[in-house]
């Protein structure tokens, strides 16, 4: 029987509504219709069927596929009891289908219930084919230059650290002059550069050519850096 597959709570049920119709002296449950209907009592509730109802009148084929929406409509007409002419059916079906699908299977002649499952498969395969892209080849010349860019790729730069504490030579006092060892002026501007003045019999620096003549050989000097005289 079917009652040997019940399992859990459906199990306990069935054990106790046994030993209530023998406490009540009421014959054992023997026909797969009133077990059925005890089921029904029992585990579906009273609205349960006027909801079936309402699920087969807002059915729709949505993204599903065309098998999986008939099923799921005969399933609904199962369970709610529905029994109707398969005209009714076939426009229950027809009403769920997507539009574009609907309108074109309306053009075409058909009989019964599995001639209109057939066709709708067949114009749905047709849509999906219509709506995949097709695949875009490139050519080979430009296939072979996006190879060549993936495998070259431009090292990346180095960043040299700068050196804070070198200046430059030209800064604010830089400038080396070369015979005095100074700072700050250059060699044609030095401003310890004196004039050996040449005479006959002596030699004497331009602030030097003023003074006594006994003082000559204690003040005169020569530029000790290169030796150069400068004549005036």
Known sequence: MATFDFTDYAARWWEELQCRRQQ????????????????REKFVPANHKRELYEFLQGIRHGVRSMEEFFRELELLMMCADVREDREVTIARFLHGLNRDIRQEVD???????????????????????????????KPAAESNADANTQQVRPEPAKLVPRNTNSAPLERSGGIQCFKCHGRGHKANQCPNMKTLIVRDDLYLTDDEHNSDDSDVDEKLEVEPALGKLSYQ
């Open 24 to 39: 009540n002296q009421r014959n054992p449950v023997a026909t797969w219709e009133e077990l059925r209907g005890l089921m």
């Open 107 to 137: 053009l075409r002649s058909f009989v019964d219930l599995e001639e209109v499952l057939h066709l709708a498969i067949k114009v749905e395969k047709q849509h999906k084919s219509l709506r995949r892209p097709a695949p875009t080849r």
